[in-house]
């Protein structure tokens, strides 16, 4: 009994670290570029189980995480520091990723300024958007969130981006997820990346 005490504490005291994403092409929703060699996947934890890799239930603070992963085939890198994602829903609702604030606002169900909704005469002080976060789930959101500036040649980089759903019934049905300003390694802007989330929800065709 102690020794599964002592298990489940230091299970606890551990860091947050995200598990480790297959290749890009291994997931059905994902687009290819085959003259640049780019592609972008993603992978949404819609369900429970995919959800459970996170100490945070996302899904109860309406948030949806998704997977995006994108992998570099050819022989230069690629730069994402510009890049911009968006999920475009079936009824034309437009979602940016959620920002490291967005997270800790409803995580600490405290409002962006100006939301109050009655006048001040003078200016407050700026609270801190983490102030009732704790660490373990601050540390969650850093370790959790794309992060990647580059790709290098012949490698992978992934991570999550956390869309604000909870105003909307289905993100995923009929949606596309679209990728804008990757660029190579001369800076020329790469044709966006369209990825039908359709793709994700239909079920593998059996072969026999």
Not at 178 to 199: A, H, N, T
Request: neutral net charge; contains cysteine.
């Amino acid at each position: 009994m102690l020794t599964i005490v002592l298990a489940s504490l230091a299970q606890a005291g551990k860091e947050f670290r995200p598990p480790g994403a297959a290749a890009a092409s291994a997931y059905p929703a994902r687009d290819e570029h085959p003259l640049e060699r780019v592609t972008i996947a993603v992978d949404p934890c819609d369900t429970r189980e995919k959800a459970a890799i996170f100490p945070t239930e996302w899904r109860r603070h309406g948030y949806l995480p998704v997977r995006l992963v994108i992998a570099n085939g050819g022989d230069q890198p690629i730069a994402l520091n510009r890049m911009r994602v968006e999920l475009v829903t079936s009824n034309r609702t437009r979602l940016q990723p959620a920002s490291d604030e967005d997270l800790y606002r409803r995580l600490s169900r405290t409002k962006h300024r100006g939301d109050e909704g009655s006048p001040v005469p003078l200016p407050l002080p700026r609270r801190r958007a983490d102030v009732g976060v704790p660490k373990e789930t601050r540390q969650e959101i850093e370790s959790a969130q794309f992060r990647a500036l580059a790709v290098e040649p012949k490698a992978n980089q992934s991570g999550f981006i956390f869309f604000d759903i909870e105003d909307v019934r289905e993100p995923l049905a009929g949606a596309h997820l679209y990728v804008y300003g990757v660029r190579d390694s001369d800076g020329q802007e790469l044709m966006f990346f369209d990825i039908p989330l359709d793709k994700y929800l239909q079920p593998p065709v059996s072969r026999r």
